[in-house]
């Protein structure tokens, strides 16, 4: 959320890319398409392993920038009222109510 605007930029055509193309599609670009033009030998459990985590990760992005972002506002204020770093803040403040709010 708070990375260079080219990682901000190549992190959401990822996600974009993998959550608007459909899962069978997805495996079918991984199995038959990647090895014919990289020139790779793999099989089919690993490429559906592999497609499976590409799938899961665009998803869980979006799960957890969106617990990132519903953290309130006045905890990261308060934060800032006792003098702590963006770090600490995020380490101690945002990432532990976000676990609170995105993990069941």
Do not use: C
């Not at 869980?60 to 972002?69: H, I, N, P, Q, Y």
């Amino acid at each position: 959320m708070s990375a260079g605007r080219v990682v901000r930029g190549i992190i959401a055509a990822y996600v974009e890319f993998i959550r608007n193309v459909p899962l069978i599609l997805l495996v079918y670009l991984v199995f038959y398409g990647l090895p014919t033009v990289v020139d790779l030998a793999y099989s089919a459990q690993t490429s559906f392993v592999a497609t499976l985590a590409l799938y899961s990760g665009a998803y869980l992005v979006e799960v957890f920038r969106s617990g990132l972002e519903a953290v309130p506002r006045g905890q990261i204020d308060a934060g800032k009222a006792i003098g702590l770093t963006p770090w600490q803040r995020l380490v101690h403040v945002r990432l532990p109510t976000m676990m609170r709010i995105t993990l069941p």
